[in-house]
């Protein structure tokens, strides 16, 4: 399928069990019917206050770990770089 | 690309079943692999450059019943097109880059590391990632990444250098873990794809691309302990129940770190740009294992 928008290649992620059509190029995304349905609901049950959860202990690292953190969001464009790193070879 | 492979798997998945409507899809066409998704399956070409023997075997190896709840199981027999073998799979959905299941990736890493070494009979080939680091760092240029990056792999064990056989495996691993490699097929749980480099090996590799990018500062930290922590917590055979994990993780994920910097260098090169924040990260930590193993 072929992005109505941008004719970039549409893919299908798993977002918890929905599935999404997303567009590789302009990461619009189409969804079937029901589906902004279930997404909503999920997101209603996301909304519920959580638990009070302990914090998770710092993560030890190896002695030539890095001490800075580098910060992204994997789906912007700016990323493709980590997205490269964390989903192919 | 090419087309008359392309219509070839596309007339494959339509022989194995795929709805008769919808366009083929490329998937993938990298390294000399290609993928292409017909209706509800996949059709993968495999690398030319593969031992057809072991290949065959790893994928003898994924139709195993005892690998159900891991991999997804590939249709029928590998055919032959143009000397390469072709498999054919059920399609599943991708990880969303926006949200990636970092603990099911460590529970189905551990269900596959807790194989019993006689489950497979026969048993598969040694994995097939043990050169990787060691060839993309043989493609680097000159230049001072570079140079970074060859003197970090010079402090590697001889056996990641070719200059000796690698140990003996300990568990099945699936030998090129990465976000990428986990599906979801309609109806079922997440899966594990590509069997290219499955075999035995030393689990501890399957986590060494998340433990590399966390020791780069890359992968975030809580991402990496909700991966390593339903790892561990699903009884994961490659690091310690309890303790320090990096008394086994330590050099597969430096070689990783190195091999991914590598890569970044080469990436870049190809599309004549500079290295980015995060590929520099990686040519950075690469002077910190020297550092570690030689001093400043
Ligand atoms: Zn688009």
Known sequence: MQCPKCRGTMRTYDRNGVHIEQCEMCRGIFLDYGELEALTRMQNQYMQPPPAAPAAPAAPAPGWGAQQQHHHHYGHHRQKSVFHMLFST | MNDGLLAELTAIGRAAGAAPDGEPVLLADRRGALVVRVGDLAVKAHRADKDPGELGARLRAAAHPALRDVLVVPLGEPARVAGRLVSVWPYGAAVSPDDPPWEEAGRILARLHALPADALDPPPPYWGGVGKAARTVGRLPGGPAATEIRRAFATLPGWLRGEAPPPPGTAIIHGD??????????????????????????????????????????????????????????????????????????????????????????????????????????????????RSEVGP
């Open chain 2, 177 to 290: 873990w990465h976000l990428g490699q986990l599906v979801r097929p309609p109806g079922q749980g997440w899966r594990l794809i590509d069997v290219d480099d499955l075999g035995w090996g030393d689990p501890a590799w399957d986590l060494a691309r998340a433990a590399a990018l966390f020791s780069a500062g890359v992968l975030p930290p809580d991402e990496w302990a909700r991966f390593l922590g339903a790892y561990r917590a699903a009884g994961g055979r490659a690091v310690p129940g309890s303790g320090d994990p990096w008394t086994t993780l330590d050099i597969p994920a430096r070689t990783l770190a190195i091999q991914i910097a590598a890569t970044s260098v080469l990436y870049a090169l190809d599309e004549g740009r500079p290295l980015d924040e995060f590929e520099t990260a990686l040519v950075d930590t690469c002077s910190r294992i020297t």
